[in-house]
C-alpha cells in the first residue's frame, strides 16, 4: 500500500469517527456551529457535520416576524445556532438561530444603554402604535420615538436603516425599547449651539419656512428654527401668516435676536427689505395725487394708506370742502380715496394728506336780488327815476309811481 493511499485512508477513518463522536453525543440544547447550504421560503438547511443537514424553520431565524428566509441568511455563511429537537426516525434536526442570537444580544444591549451607545438597525416590520427591529430580540420603537416630528404613516420605513440608543431594558420581561429621536433630538441640539454661535446680530441671512402658526413663522437657518413674529413679515399690517408665506419658501430675513441660554432665535422678513419710508422721498412728492385706503378714523381726520407701511393722516379739515362733525360722516375704513400730498417727512414717517384738494370746490349760493331789511341802496344806483325815494326806513313806493297813470286824466 502507498504511503498516499494510506494517509487518504487515515484521514477518512478520523473523519468518520468525528462523525461518530458527534452522533453520540450530539443532544437538545446543545450549541452547534454549521453552513447555510439551501433556503426555501419558510427555513433554512444547515450542514453541521451530522448525518444530516439540520433545518431552521423561519420562525427560529429571528426574534420578528420574516416573511422570507432569505431576508435574513444567504447560502454560504456561517450561523452559530441551538439543538431544538432531534427525530432520527424522521431525519429531522430542528436549529434555532434566534436562541444563540438573543443569548449574545441581552449582555451586548446592556452594554449600549449603560454607555448610551448610538448603533444602526434595520426595520424588520411595522406594527400597530410604532416599528420593529431585529437586535438579536425583538427591538421595539414605538412611533413618537422614531422621528423628531410626526409621522403619520411608516408604511415605507420597513428595511429602513436607523440610528438608535436603548431607551429601555428588561430581560426578565424580554423586553427591549429603542429610539431614534434621542439621536436625532441631541444632534439638533449639538447643531443648533453651532449654529447660534456663527450667528450675528443684524446680519441677513437666507432661510426656509417651516411651519406657520397664527403668531408668526418658523424659519429654517442652517438646521436650527427661527422665530418671525407676525409684525415682522412684511411693513404692511399682516393677519396671518399663512397669508403671504407657504411652507418651503425661501425667505431672507434679519437676525435681531440670538438667545442660546432660551435657545430662541428671533428674526424678521420685513427689516431684511428696505423700509417703505426709505424711499417714500423718491415716490411721492409734495402736489402728487395718488390713491390709498383708509385704514383708521379718528376724532380729528383719516390714516389713509398710500404705499404698503406708508400712512399719511388727512387733517378732519382736509376731508370734504362742507363743514363736518367726524370723519365717520364721510368716510368708512377700507375705502379707497384720492388723495393729494401736502407734504413729506421720512425722517419723521409723516405725511400730511388732503382729499377735498383732489376735488372741485362747490359753487357759491346765489346772491338774493330783493334787498332785505334794513338794506340800503346808493342813490347814484337810482339813475333819473324821480318815483323813488330813499327814507330812514329803506326802500319807499311814492305816490306818483302808485297812482301816476290817474292822475294824468287831470291835468
Given at each position: 500500500m502507498s504511503e498516499?493511499?494510506?494517509?487518504?485512508?487515515?484521514?477518512?477513518?478520523?473523519?468518520?469517527?468525528?462523525?461518530?463522536?458527534?452522533?453520540?453525543?450530539?443532544?437538545?440544547?446543545?450549541?452547534?456551529?454549521?453552513?447555510?447550504?439551501?433556503?426555501?421560503?419558510?427555513?433554512?438547511?444547515?450542514?453541521?457535520?451530522?448525518?444530516?443537514?439540520?433545518?431552521?424553520?423561519?420562525?427560529?431565524l429571528s426574534s420578528v416576524h420574516l416573511d422570507n428566509a432569505a431576508d435574513v441568511v444567504q447560502v454560504g455563511q456561517e450561523v452559530e445556532t441551538k439543538v431544538v429537537s432531534i427525530d432520527d426516525d424522521k431525519e429531522r434536526l430542528v436549529l434555532s438561530k434566534r436562541a444563540i442570537d438573543s443569548e449574545n444580544a441581552w449582555e451586548e444591549l446592556l452594554k449600549k444603554f449603560e454607555s448610551q451607545e448610538t448603533f444602526e438597525v434595520t426595520v424588520a416590520d411595522v406594527v400597530k402604535g410604532g416599528i420593529v427591529a431585529d437586535v438579536g430580540v425583538?427591538?421595539?420603537?414605538?412611533?413618537?420615538?422614531?422621528?423628531?416630528?410626526?409621522?403619520?404613516?411608516?408604511?415605507?420605513?420597513?428595511?429602513?436603516?436607523?440610528?438608535?440608543?436603548?431607551?429601555?431594558?428588561?430581560?426578565?420581561?424580554?423586553?427591549?425599547?429603542?429610539?431614534?429621536?434621542?439621536?436625532?433630538?441631541?444632534?439638533?441640539?449639538?447643531?443648533?449651539?453651532?449654529?447660534?454661535?456663527?450667528?450675528?446680530?443684524?446680519?441677513?441671512?437666507?432661510?426656509?419656512?417651516?411651519?406657520?402658526?397664527?403668531?408668526?413663522?418658523?424659519?429654517?437657518?442652517?438646521?436650527?428654527?427661527?422665530?418671525?413674529?407676525?409684525?415682522?413679515?412684511?411693513?404692511?399690517?399682516?393677519?396671518?401668516?399663512?397669508?403671504?408665506?407657504?411652507?418651503?419658501d425661501k425667505v431672507k430675513v434679519k437676525v435681531l435676536k440670538v438667545d442660546p441660554e432660551k435657545g430662541k432665535i428671533s428674526l424678521s422678513i420685513k427689516a431684511a427689505t428696505p423700509g417703505p419710508w426709505e424711499t417714500a422721498a423718491e415716490n411721492f412728492k409734495s402736489g402728487d395725487i395718488v390713491s390709498g385706503e383708509v385704514k383708521r378714523?379718528?376724532?380729528?381726520?383719516?390714516?389713509?394708506?398710500?404705499?404698503?407701511?406708508?400712512?399719511?393722516?388727512?387733517?378732519?379739515?382736509?376731508?370734504?370742502?362742507?363743514?363736518?362733525?367726524?370723519p365717520h360722516e364721510v368716510l368708512k375704513e377700507g375705502q379707497t380715496v384720492q388723495v393729494k400730498i401736502l407734504e413729506v417727512n421720512p425722517g419723521e414717517k409723516r405725511v400730511s394728506l388732503s382729499i377735498k384738494e383732489t376735488e372741485d370746490a362747490p359753487e357759491p349760493a346765489p346772491k338774493s336780488e330783493k334787498p332785505g331789511k334794513g338794506s340800503s341802496v346808493r342813490k347814484e344806483d337810482l339813475g333819473d327815476n324821480p318815483n323813488v325815494s330813499l327814507s330812514n326806513q329803506g326802500l319807499s313806493i311814492t305816490l306818483g309811481e302808485r297812482f301816476g297813470d290817474?292822475?294824468?286824466k287831470f291835468k
Open positions: 498516499e493511499t494510506k494517509n487518504g485512508l487515515e484521514a477518512a477513518e478520523a473523519a468518520s469517527q468525528a462523525e461518530l463522536e458527534q452522533i453520540v453525543s450530539l443532544k437538545k440544547g446543545d450549541t452547534v456551529k454549521g453552513t447555510i447550504v439551501k433556503i426555501e421560503d419558510n427555513q433554512a438547511y444547515v450542514s453541521i457535520g451530522y448525518k444530516y443537514d439540520g433545518v431552521i424553520p423561519i420562525r427560529e425583538r427591538g421595539f420603537i414605538p412611533a413618537s420615538m422614531v422621528e423628531r416630528h410626526f409621522v403619520e404613516d411608516f408604511s415605507d420605513y420597513k428595511g429602513r436603516t436607523l440610528r438608535v440608543k436603548v431607551k429601555e431594558i428588561d430581560q426578565e420581561n424580554n423586553k427591549v425599547i429603542l429610539s431614534q429621536k434621542d439621536v436625532l433630538d441631541e444632534e439638533f441640539e449639538a447643531n443648533k449651539l453651532k449654529v447660534m454661535g456663527s450667528l450675528k446680530e443684524g446680519e441677513v441671512i437666507e432661510g426656509t419656512v417651516q411651519r406657520l402658526t397664527q403668531f408668526g413663522a418658523f424659519v429654517d437657518v442652517g438646521g436650527v428654527d427661527g422665530l418671525v413674529h407676525v409684525s415682522e413679515i412684511a411693513w404692511s399690517h399682516v393677519d396671518k401668516p399663512a397669508d403671504v408665506l407657504s411652507e418651503g378714523l379718528v376724532a380729528f381726520g383719516a390714516f389713509v394708506e398710500i404705499a404698503p407701511g406708508v400712512e399719511g393722516l388727512v387733517h378732519i379739515s382736509q376731508i370734504s370742502h362742507k363743514h363736518i362733525g367726524t290817474k292822475l294824468s
